[in-house]
């Protein structure tokens, strides 16, 4: 299993912004200091308040609106199941850092969470990658 862990700066509405992507969260590890979004049945983001998440961590927690620590990408079907998250982000008060790149065998694009964490969504053609010799 994979757990990322992200500060936030309101529950509330990093719950609602992910709920209107499709995701849901657990209720066994949501309360007010924290939400369980389940990703996956192998991949959760536990969503942080940035006092609860100050007390994992000695290091000063980063302005991700500003600054990058971690780039998330996750696998799609296909590209339209990539622009169709990034749509509903972007309808859900998300951004976009950059256009969709395509590589012919490989297309993604991402977006910005209320917090300014970016996700990126990839869908890879595995039968149009390029031999190597």
Same mark, same amino acid.
């Given at each position: ?9 309101? $529950?509330?509405? &990093?719950?609602?912004? !992910? *709920?209107? @992507? ?5 209720? +066994?590890?949501?309360?007010? /200091?924290?939400?369980? $979004?389940?990703? &996956?049945?192998?991949? !959760? *983001?536990? @969503? ?5 998440? +100050?007390?994992?961590?000695? /290091? ?5 609106? &500003? ?12 590209? +339209? ?53």
């Amino acid at each position: 299993m994979i757990f990322i862990n992200l500060a936030v700066k309101d $529950l509330k509405k &990093s719950m609602d912004f !992910f *709920a209107a @992507l499709g995701y849901s969260f657990n209720p +066994q590890f949501t309360d007010e /200091k924290a939400a369980c $979004l389940v990703i &996956s049945d192998t991949i !959760f *983001a536990m @969503l942080l308040t940035e006092p609860f998440f +100050q007390t994992f961590t000695t /290091k000063k927690i980063i302005d991700a609106k &500003s600054q990058v620590e971690v780039l998330t990408c996750l696998s799609a079907n296909s590209k +339209q199941e990539v622009d169709d998250v990034v749509a509903k982000a972007i309808a859900a008060g998300g951004s976009t850092p950059r256009e969709p790149q395509d590589y012919g065998f490989m297309y993604s694009h991402g977006f910005e969470d209320l917090d300014g964490h970016i996700w990126e969504y990839a869908y890879m053609d595995m039968s149009a990658i390029p031999q190597h010799q």
